[in-house]
């Protein structure tokens, strides 16, 4: 069993960093992975690690110069929603927002389909988490493209070409927030078939867990191949150094949760995020203001 150290825990985000995908094989990346760790030292880990990430995140906010956009993937049970939980909860709920993108609605379907992402991009201060994305439309449109509604659009669905020209607009779109100072940070949970069939069997038996089972997701099991042939398209495409990919073995939750803390920590870290200095009134002022707050009584 291998020691959880700290100069352990900071090597892990980059033994699943994509940073140029175009000889990407997602095949190549394990699911099953977990470092040899012990679970119960692990969840200690991450439990302990939350303040830190808090911490740098109230920094991001109170400079006010950069945002971190969270692109959060991963089939159907690959663990998203547990996973912002057990990582993210040491955060000031002021400072972040986490977003889900569902089915379209009229008024989104009647502008291009980026349009209702653009309008969840986190402001300059924030950290963002989109609990599925903008990939979704390159993922579950491009498997399912004979239902997508192509009116207005130019190009044939049934074609490369037309999801060549949408990703290369979403590699140009991160790109453009980078430059804005909004950083996109892209992770797939990265899970094999039979784990997601035992998790969809653990949901359908406990009745805590009933409410997440969605029949639905039995019927598009039969597409896995398929979505895995469009993560692998989209990763290709998408990843750079201003918005690399994290394919994160996702087999042992409790092993993607501590890979993903250290990467956002890292991430983040890289910002180099400090406050903004007091003003030279107040610094000139420190023994006087100080005094003042001595001396102030509430009244009655």
């Known amino acids: 069993?291998?020691?959880?150290?700290?100069?352990?825990?900071?090597?892990?985000?980059?033994?699943?960093r994509v940073r140029e995908g175009s000889a990407f094989t997602l095949d190549s990346?394990?699911?099953?992975?977990?470092?040899?760790?012990?679970?119960?030292?692990?969840?200690?880990?991450?439990?302990?690690?939350?303040?830190?990430?808090?911490?740098?995140?109230?920094?991001?906010?109170a400079e006010h110069r950069h945002a971190l956009l969270v692109v959060l993937q991963g089939?159907?049970?690959?663990?998203?929603?547990?996973?912002?939980?057990?990582?993210?909860?040491?955060?000031?709920?002021?400072?972040?927002?986490?977003?889900?993108?569902k089915k379209p609605s009229e008024i989104e379907q009647a502008h291009d389909y980026l349009w209702r992402v653009h309008m969840a991009v986190p402001a300059r201060g924030q950290v963002g988490v989109f609990n599925r994305s903008h990939y979704e439309d390159v993922l579950v449109a491009r498997v399912h493209a004979d239902r997508l509604d192509t009116a207005g659009m130019q190009g044939n669905p049934e074609t490369e070409a037309f999801w060549d020209g949408r990703l290369t607009d979403i590699r140009n779109?991160?790109?453009?927030?980078?430059?804005?100072?909004?950083h996109t940070f892209k992770i797939m949970l990265?899970?094999?078939?039979?784990?997601?069939?035992?998790?969809?069997?653990?949901?359908?038996?406990?009745?805590d867990k009933r409410w997440k089972f969605d029949e639905s997701d039995l019927?598009?099991?039969?597409?896995w191949p398929a979505y895995q042939q469009a993560y692998q398209e989209a990763i290709r495409a998408t990843s750079c150094k201003h918005a690399p990919w994290l394919v994160v073995p996702s087999d042992k939750k409790w092993y993607a949760r501590l890979v993903v803390m250290e990467a956002l920590i890292e991430r983040l870290e890289g910002?180099?995020?400090?406050?903004?200095?007091?003003?030279?009134?107040?610094?000139?002022?420190?023994d006087r203001l100080e005094a003042r707050i001595k001396a102030s009584r509430i009244g009655s």
């Open 75 to 101: 089939m159907d049970g690959a663990g998203k929603d547990s996973l912002i939980l057990n990582v993210m909860t040491g955060m000031n709920p002021q400072g972040t927002r986490v977003v889900s993108f």
């Open 29 to 61: 990346y394990p699911t099953r992975d977990h470092g040899d760790l012990d679970k119960k030292q692990v969840r200690k880990w991450v439990r302990q690690r939350r303040a830190h990430l808090g911490a740098l995140q109230e920094r991001i906010a």
């Open 219 to 223: 019927a598009e099991r039969q597409f």
């Open 271 to 286: 910002l180099s995020p400090e406050p903004p200095p007091a003003s030279p009134e107040i610094l000139r002022n420190l």
């Open 1 to 16: 069993m291998t020691e959880l150290t700290l100069d352990f825990a900071r090597t892990l985000p980059a033994r699943y």
């Open 173 to 182: 779109f991160e790109s453009y927030l980078s430059r804005q100072g909004i």
């Open 190 to 207: 990265h899970m094999s078939p039979e784990c997601q069939q035992k998790r969809l069997l653990r949901r359908l038996r406990r009745p």
